[in-house]
Nanobody
Framework: QVQLVESGGGLVQAGGSLRLSCAAS????????MGWFRQAPGKEREFVAT????????YYADSVKGRFTISRDNAMHTVYLQMNSLKPEDTAVYYC??????????????????????WGQGTQVTVSS
């Protein structure tokens, strides 16, 4: 099993930056990848970015490409989400989840919340205009 704990959220003005962290404990290297998702009030959980533990392959939602960067520290069992040029529409609770399955690069399941498990408690990000 894997336990995930997110941190780093907060209140920031539009155009600002935040860095989120997701610390994994248990057996994190049994996991293929770690993903960040977000959920705004009244909306479904949506994909943000994911990264594989081996090789560091990354996938991003179009809405965050060029602004957000996902990275990992294998020694610390931690995944980061550096968020720059934040916009009010980025406001949401951000969650990290574990992807146990392996997919081919073009498989759309990389982006599907129901393929991820062991969700953390989430961290609130609020971007003011």
């Amino acid at each position: 099993q894997v336990q995930l704990v997110e941190s780093g959220g907060g209140l920031v003005q539009a155009g600002g930056s935040l860095r989120l962290s997701c610390a994994a404990s248990g057996r994190p290297f049994s996991v293929n990848a770690m993903g960040w998702f977000r959920q705004a009030p009244g909306k479904e959980r949506e994909f943000v970015a994911t990264i594989t533990w081996n090789g560091g392959y990354t996938y991003y939602a179009d809405s965050v490409k060029g602004r957000f960067t996902i990275s990992r520290d294998n020694a610390m069992h931690t995944v980061y989400l550096q968020m720059n040029s934040l916009k009010p529409e980025d406001t949401a609770v951000y969650y990290c989840g574990a992807l146990w399955k392996h997919f081919l690069p073009d498989d759309p399941r990389w982006y599907a919340a129901n393929e991820y498990a062991n969700w953390g408690q989430g961290t609130q990000v609020t971007v003011s205009s």
